[in-house]
C-alpha cells in the first residue's frame, strides 16, 4: 500500500496565485516525520521542511506555509503568490520510527508555473 | 551544513559497460546510506540500504548482483551497475543519515545531487 499518496499528478498556476499541494500519509506508528523536498529540472533535492508527528503546530516560512492535520494524516504545503521559480516537482515523505532507515516518498506534484 | 557529494553526475556509456557511483558525506560521518532509483517523471524508489562495514540491504526486486553496494568508510558508498543495459538508464540519487545526531527516524537524511545515467 502506497504510505504517502499526493493525488495532484500536475498543477499549472498563473504566476502570482496562491498554491496548495496536497499529501496524504498512512502510517500505525505515533512516532513519525514528514518532509517536504522540492526538485528542480536539474535534478536534486531541496529540502524545504521536516515536521514530527508530535507538533501540529502550522509553520509558516516566507510563501511558504505547511498545514500538518494528524484528524485526515495530511500535510499539504501552499505556496503563495506563486513565482516561475516555483516551478518544480515537489515530494511529501514519511519517515517512522519503526522503518526509521527509509524514506517513503510520495509521487510527486509536478508544478508549472506561468507567467 | 551537511553536504553530500555524489559523483559523476552524469554518465553516458555503452550497454554492457559497468559504471561505480560515488557517496560521499563531506563534513560528517554516516554509517547508513541510502541508493534510490527514479525513473522520468516518477518518485524516487529505495533500492538499498548501504551500512558502513556490512552487506547492503536490498529492496524486493533489485538485483543484489546487478547493483553492487560497497561502503567500506563512514564517509564513501558505491554503487557499481555492473554490464548495463539501456533498461538500467535512470536518476540515481544516494542519501547518507549523520550518526550524530538524531536516533532512528530522527536522524536527517542529506541527499547527494544525483548521477543522471545513459545506457546506449
Known amino acids: 500500500a502506497q504510505k504517502v499518496t499526493q493525488a495532484q499528478t500536475e498543477i499549472s498556476v498563473v504566476e502570482k496565485e496562491d498554491v496548495t499541494l496536497d499529501c496524504v500519509y498512512e502510517t500505525r506508528d505515533t512516532t513519525y516525520y514528514l518532509f517536504w523536498y522540492k526538485q528542480p529540472p536539474s535534478g536534486e533535492l531541496v529540502f524545504l521542511i521536516r515536521r514530527n508527528s508530535f507538533d501540529e503546530q502550522n509553520e509558516i516560512s516566507g510563501r511558504y506555509s505547511w498545514n500538518f492535520q494528524k484528524s485526515t494524516s495530511s500535510f499539504n504545503f501552499t505556496i503563495t503568490a506563486s513565482q516561475v521559480v516555483d516551478s518544480a516537482v515537489y515530494f511529501c515523505?514519511?519517515?517512522?520510527?519503526?522503518?526509521?532507515?527509509?524514506?517513503?516518498f510520495g509521487t510527486g506534484t509536478s508544478l508549472t508555473v506561468i507567467p | 551544513g551537511a553536504v553530500v557529494s555524489q559523483h559523476p553526475s552524469r554518465v553516458i556509456c555503452k550497454s554492457g559497460t559497468s559504471v561505480k557511483i560515488e557517496c560521499r558525506s563531506l563534513d560528517f560521518q554516516a554509517t547508513t546510506m541510502f541508493w534510490y532509483r527514479q525513473f522520468p517523471k516518477q518518485s524516487l524508489m529505495l533500492m538499498a540500504t548501504s551500512n558502513e562495514g556490512s552487506k547492503a540491504t536490498y529492496e524486493q526486486g533489485v538485483e543484489k548482483d546487478k547493483f553492487l553496494i560497497n561502503h567500506a568508510s563512514l564517509t564513501l558508498s558505491t554503487l557499481t551497475v555492473t554490464s548495463a543495459h539501456p533498461e538500467d538508464s535512470s536518476f540515481y540519487i544516494c542519501s547518507a543519515r549523520d550518526r550524530f545526531t538524531g536516533t532512528g527516524s530522527n536522524q536527517p537524511q542529506h541527499f547527494g545531487d544525483g548521477t543522471r545515467l545513459s545506457i546506449l
Open positions: 515523505a514519511l519517515s517512522e520510527a519503526s522503518t526509521g532507515n527509509q524514506f517513503y
